[in-house]
Structure formats: C-alpha cells, structure tokens
C-alpha cells in the first residue's frame, strides 16, 4: 500500500484518510485537510482504493470498486498501519466505507467529511442503518446544504448517541458556501478542521482514573 503522510511521526494520533469516488488521494481538498490537520501535530495517512491506483497508472477513469473490495482495502489499511492509535475516515465515499468497518476493526475513533446519508434527489435511500447503533466515537463534518444529506434533513435521522456533527455553515458536499452567504470556503473548512482537532484531542486524552 502507497501512503501520503503529513505530521509528526510521534502524534498521538494517526489519521488514515480514505478519498471520495471522484478525486484522488491528492486531490486539493484532501491536501487542504491533511495539511491543516498535520499543522496542529496530527498525522495524517492517505491512500487509494484499487481503481484510483489504476487510473493514476494509465489515466482512465473508472467507477469505485465494489462495496467488498472497498471494504477489505479498509481493512488492510487497518492492519498495516494497527488499530491502536488510528482514526479512520475521509470524503464521502471513503469515510462511509470506514464507517461500515470501524466497530470490528477496534479502532478508537472515526471521522467522516461530507457523509453520504443518501444518493442526491433520492433522500429514501438512506445509507444510515449501522449508525443506528454505531458504538465507535465518530464525528461527521457535513456541509448545511450538502445534497448527500442536508441539516434539516439528517436532524431527522436516528444515529447513534455515539455520533456527533460539526455543520459547515451552507456548504456544499466540499464544505464550501455561495458567495452571498458572506462566508468562504477557507472559513469552513478552519471551523471544521478545529472541530476534528477538539474531536481529536478528546480520544488522545488519558483516561479519568
């Protein structure tokens, strides 16, 4: 497995970061967050799933792999990187398939950037059924309007007590807001990345005796 690496080798915490189905582990959201995350000692793993190796080989484009390769990807990631000590998450896709392998690999914790609860313009369709009872400390950073699932939307939905959000305040699936909402993307994605490092901080932190 090929990793990109941002951080301190001798963080508290590593997290492996998985992309979305369209762009690439070096995609510049993924640089924007694994460099922001590394800026406040966290490291940070990326890599790829088996279709985007082949398409960084020979630039074609294909379609994600299916569910169970995507999933047993995850779990060699898992295994070569060790359970303890590892957050996993990342886009869309990504995050949702380390959601679905979070509680049996033992992992303390899992992040998840623009989860996607339901396919755009299908909102019956949701992807929600093992965060229903997901033991796993998560947190899932999802933009007010994202059409994967929206904030009046996933108010709605019945996740795990386990699971908290962090709203980027009218972004997008990429966090980003419209021009006229007075914000910009830079300012969602500092507020979301200070909510994965708070999140972060807590799973690092010792104990109580």
Known sequence: MDYLFNGPEDAALTIALAHGAGAPMDSPFMEE?????????????????PYMVRRREDGKKRPPDR???????WRAVIADLGPQGLVIGGKSMGGRMASLVAEESGVPGLVCLGYPFHPPGKPDRLRIDHLRELATP???????RDPFGNAEEVAGYPLSPTMR????????????PRKRSGRSAEQNLAESVSAMDGFLQELSAPASP
């Open 33 to 49: 967050v694994a460099e922001a995350l590394a800026a406040r000692s966290w490291r940070v793993a990326r890599f790829e799933f």
């Open 67 to 73: 569910q169970p390769v995507l999933l047993d990807t």
């Open 138 to 144: 998560a947190l899932i950073v999802q933009g007010t």
């Open 165 to 176: 959000l962090h709203w980027a305040e009218d972004g997008n699936h990429d966090l980003a």
